[in-house]
């Protein structure tokens, strides 16, 4: 069913529209505050969901074009995440970042398709280069 709802959001090629989307995974407020308005004025759309399930949610209802999603999540982790877009069909980026920076879990997330790997806290010029803002 999780996959399901990632793959119908996935695979509606006609939703792609104007903006760049991005969806922002993080249960920390503030730091998804912080890079949705980065993001906002550099001319993306920007959604934020705080948990895996959320997430599933949104994708739902937008393709999003990049997804930051933290690993750590009340329910879940953003590796779950990572896994079920690419398995989707997915083709966006996805950037996986965390507090705890591990070196298997750098290696982990980039063997199943992430697209980078970040230590919080990110550096917006860091962050504005992988998505291409």
């Known amino acids: ?33 912080i890079l949705r308005r980065f993001l906002n004025r550099r001319g993306y759309s920007v959604s934020v969901a705080g948990t895996l399930h ?15 999603s933290d690993y750590n999540l009340p329910d879940g982790n953003g590796l779950t995440l990572l896994d079920e877009l690419r398995a989707a069909g997915f083709c966006g980026k996805i950037l996986l970042m965390t507090a705890y ?19 919080k806290p990110v550096p917006l010029d860091t962050l504005a280069t992988l998505i291409g803002a």
Do not use: H
């Open 1 to 33: 069913m999780q996959d399901a709802a990632v793959a119908s959001a996935v695979t509606s090629p006609k939703r792609f529209v104007e903006r760049k989307r991005v969806l922002i995974v993080d249960d920390n407020v503030t730091l998804a505050s």
């Open 54 to 68: 959320s997430a599933r949610e949104l994708c739902r209802m937008m393709i999003p074009s990049v997804v930051i």
């Open 101 to 119: 920076d591990t070196e298997w879990l750098a290696s982990e997330a980039i063997c199943r398709g992430a697209s980078a790997f970040l230590c």
